[in-house]
């Protein structure tokens, strides 16, 4: 039997004149009222929907593997020349995130459908993008960390294949408009300054602030193979007048044998692929095929000493790892009261340097179960 809604008058009541009922049920008052209180409900509703909120996304991004070619198509995505290299079987794949840009905004219901939907994470802007920062210079920030992550995954990669590596005393930056702007480039390496051999960042300079302002200072670079003295002028320090500055930050470098290059998409940034550079660098340079034509994922910072640093975003990781087909991802153990948290098939074995991750690679047929694990 089929019920209906009747009026007094008997007639059946129209869908609209059913909707003004159940609002003037809602909001009370006349049909006038109802209506504006409806109005200034659906105004309401649009403002949420459309105003952004201060929180940004993560979500699965792409994964690449860093034995395999270059993003550009031309040579390989870690390139070894001046040592004897040796061929891979497998692959090793770094991990991305995909994060709203600093220009971004999202709105109220982009960030709900984020926290609810799986492997992705909403977090507060200011925890990922100080106040006030741009994309350029977000991504300035983000291209630099990748470059200190591969000259730190070259050194700790080199070391664990067995090339000797050695510190020297190198200019780290120069900055604009400073007497050694033009004289002195990133990545020079101080030998001595005025005649006198240098052993470290430190003694460098500690002999450029015995000279009085306004003096110069004779530095000996090693640049390009070349040896080669250059003057630089002192000037007064901004922070201590009575200080000379020449406008150069000494720091510690690497010299070693053999040239590696990287081949990843500029638009890869940030700190996270140390751990897989330093690996794939060890892969190609010892005669053992870590991979075992296995499809390794692997994230983490690294020191030149092999230390795996903690990362973000670890649940869109594991899942871009898992639908790039990773039978195994290597994580730092940082991560573990994450990783414990997130529910996958995809092993996730935590380290905590190259030489541990190294240890599981070299052990193929060794069952997940008796794999380090996250407890």
Request: one cysteine or more.
């Amino acid at each position: 039997m089929t019920s209906r809604v009747v009026t007094a008058r008997g007639g059946r009541r129209s869908p609209l004149r059913r909707a003004g009922a159940w609002l003037r049920r809602v909001f009370g008052g006349t049909p006038t009222t109802t209506a504006a209180a409806a109005g200034t409900f659906v105004v309401l509703a649009m403002v949420l929907a459309l105003v952004p909120v201060p929180y940004v996304t993560w979500s699965p991004g792409r994964t690449m593997d860093v034995l395999g070619p270059a993003a550009s198509g031309q040579g390989q995505a870690v390139a070894i020349s001046g040592l004897t290299s040796y061929p891979t079987d497998g692959q090793l794949r770094l991990t991305t995130v995909g994060v709203t840009r600093a220009d971004s905004r999202i709105t109220l219901p982009a960030a709900l459908a984020a926290h609810w939907l799986p492997w992705r994470e909403v977090l507060p802007r200011d925890a990922v993008y100080p106040p006030g920062t741009t994309e350029q210079q977000n991504t300035a920030e983000s291209t630099q960390m990748m470059d200190t992550a591969q000259q730190s995954a070259i050194v700790a990669g080199l070391r664990s294949a067995g090339v000797t590596v050695t510190e020297v005393t190198t200019v780290v930056g120069v900055t604009d408009g400073t007497p050694a702007d033009g004289r002195l480039d990133p990545g020079d390496t101080i030998t001595a300054v005025d005649g006198v051999t240098v052993t470290s960042p430190t003694d460098a300079t500690a002999r450029i602030r015995a000279r009085r302002v306004g003096e110069s200072v004779r530095i000996t670079v090693l640049r390009s193979g070349a040896r080669q003295d250059v003057t630089v002028p002192t000037v007064a320090g901004t922070d201590d007048p009575a200080q000379p500055r020449i406008g150069a930050t000494v720091g510690v470098g690497y010299d070693h044998p053999g040239t590696v290059t990287f081949g990843i998409d500029p638009a890869i940034g940030g700190p996270s692929a140390g751990l897989v550079f330093a690996l794939a660098i060890r892969d190609r340079l010892t005669p053992e095929d870590l991979t075992a034509g296995r499809v390794i994922a692997a994230t983490g910072t690294i020191d030149p000493d092999g230390t795996v640093g903690s990362i973000g975003g670890l649940p869109a990781k594991v899942a871009g790892a898992r639908a790039a087909g990773a039978t195994l991802f290597l994580i730092p153990r940082g991560n573990c009261d994450e990783a414990v948290r997130l529910r996958t098939d995809l092993p996730l074995v935590p380290v905590d340097d190259l030489q541990q991750a190294v240890d599981v690679l070299s052990r193929p047929q060794t069952p997940v179960a008796d794999l380090p694990h996250c407890s």
